[in-house]
């Protein structure tokens, strides 16, 4: 992360300037993975972008945020014979454009507020197919639900559902945005998923988490032998030793499913340990 961001407390509304998260998919996952579950039904990434942040009060407790965003868009290395292996994304002639709106409000329970948004963006690629500046243009889009629900003064759900197409940018259809085995012809690959977690606090220092994600390209897309299903169930521990050192441990069951090629499994223990400052 690397940006700028100027805030005005009085009218609850901000400019940021520089590289961050999306705007879209906003909520972290609960696990204890670095890759949050992305490529496995998580989406959003971090993205250089100019972004406008306005809040508005609801009622006593609630709130109204909606968030717009311009980003650079960053595709995959274009391989395509004949061009000089250009960027599609910095080729482009738009930045990518993001938006959420999310309602916060105390639902369940009085001193927790929950959180329901939607988002989305649009974007687009330019494809070189040689270098003369003959090309084709694709898209990028995504539609995203997401929830974050305090069950009791102990347990919180929260998940997110995405749709969209040519998302590899943010980590979605399983890391492939455009399938270029297609003879004389480029074809955006559409894919949806989403995630959800049962988080339990036990005491201020001390979290157990249950949960699963899917991450769903559609078939008719892939080239053979693609990645067609990308799937995980996960359940782990965090513990604060002090405010600043934290320790984990997280079991998780991985399926992946390929296009016209046998599937695989694989289980992994992992730990992590992070000092903050």
Request: glycine share 10%; net charge negative.
């Amino acid at each position: 992360h690397g940006y700028l961001k100027a805030f005005w407390p009085a009218s609850d509304f901000s400019i940021l300037a520089g590289q961050t998260w999306d705007v879209i998919s906003s909520q972290i996952p609960f696990t204890d993975d670095p890759a949050i579950m992305w490529a496995a039904g998580n989406i959003g990434s971090r993205h250089p972008q100019l972004r406008l942040t306005k809040g508005f009060s609801v009622g006593e407790k609630g709130r109204i945020e909606l968030v717009a965003a311009a980003s650079r868009t960053i595709g995959e290395s274009n391989t395509l014979a004949e061009t000089w292996n250009t960027d599609p994304g910095k080729d482009a002639d738009m930045p990518a454009i993001q938006g959420r709106i999310a309602f916060s409000a105390p639902l369940l329970v009085d001193t927790q507020p929950a959180t329901i948004a939607l988002s989305g963006h649009y974007g687009q690629e330019e494809w070189d197919s040689d270098k003369t500046g003959n090309h084709a243009t694709l898209d990028s889009w995504s539609c995203n639900v997401e929830i974050a629900m305090p069950l009791s003064e102990k347990i919180t759900l929260g998940g997110e559902y995405f749709t969209g197409s040519n998302l590899d940018d943010y980590w979605g259809g399983i890391g492939q945005g455009v399938n270029k085995a297609l003879s004389g012809d480029l074809k955006e690959i559409r894919s949806q998923g989403g995630w959800a977690a049962l988080r339990y606090t036990m005491n201020p220092s001390t979290s157990f988490s249950l949960g699963a994600g899917i991450d769903d390209p559609n078939d008719n897309d892939l080239a053979s032998g693609g990645r067609s299903l990308n799937q995980s169930v996960f359940a782990n521990v965090i513990n604060r030793i002090t405010p600043n050192f934290i320790l984990g441990v997280q079991l998780s069951q991985w399926r992946t499913d390929y296009r016209n090629a046998p599937d695989s499994d694989a289980f992994r223990a992992q730990s992590s340990m992070t000092y903050k400052f």
